[in-house]
């Protein structure tokens, strides 16, 4: 297997970053034929979350390896690694190159970019006040100046972001705060329904104790009114139970 023949997941990982790294070299190359050091700066700063990405990838690169390590020959598993060392090694010449320019953007030097894309140098020292003519003075006085409003643009932007998401931060919260409140009430309520049903519960459980002793009583005396009816019916002359029955009016002489 060679470095241009990898599984799957990793060879998509590694065209991912060849892109990526192409990206960066043609961000670059337009930082090196720009002359104002204002969109400099911002170019650089659309290079930040291109190296993120990257590091993000090689890391993802390196769990894929661990994962398939165990398949793979020694061979294969060294490829790999010296695949992985060439990635690093990309990714840490543009954080190079990219601290290289701004540290000659912050000191007024110019930068050469090497024929690779991945290098550069710094041209020349940065100049000094007392060597410059007075349209020189007056022009790096207007950069700076430029640099410094763009900055002061910035933070602002920043402190409106900031305080817009804290007022929605804050409108969020007296909603859930709100909806919190209508809950507890709602709970509230429910215990109180609950604590009601209890008792009806209770007094309903009282009164169905009650109804079975009546009904039980009523049983008791049916059932004895039928004995009594059964035993006169068998035996109508049993005098035991003739005492139950209607009395005869006495005779009279």
Known sequence: M???NLPPPLSDISNQLNRSFTQLKTTFSKIDKCEDPS????????????LRECR???????????????????EVNKMLQEKKRALVKDLNAFVTLKKT????????????????????????????????TNAQLMEEGNRVLGQTDQSVLRSKQVVENTI????????????QTEQMERI?????NLEFSLKRATKLVKALGRQMATDKCILAM???????????IVVKIVDPHN?????????APPATN
């Open 39 to 50: 969109r400099q700066s911002q170019l650089l700063e659309d290079v930040t979350p291109k």
């Open 218 to 228: 009523l049983a008791f005396v049916i059932l004895g009114v039928i004995a009594i």
């Open 2 to 4: 060679s470095l241009t």
């Open 239 to 247: 005098k035991k139970l003739s005492d139950f029955g209607p009395q």
């Open 184 to 188: 507890v009430d709602k709970l509230d």
């Open 101 to 132: 320019y701004q540290g000659a953007i912050q000191e007024g030097q110019k930068v050469k970019l090497g024929e690779d894309g991945r290098t550069a140098e710094v041209v020349g020292a940065p100049r000094l006040a007392s060597a410059m």
């Open 56 to 74: 993000r990838l090689i890391q993802e690169f390196e769990r894929e390896m661990k994962d398939q390590e165990a398949k793979n020959s020694p």
């Open 164 to 175: 817009n998401i804290g007022a929605a931060t804050a409108t969020t919260l007296k909603g």
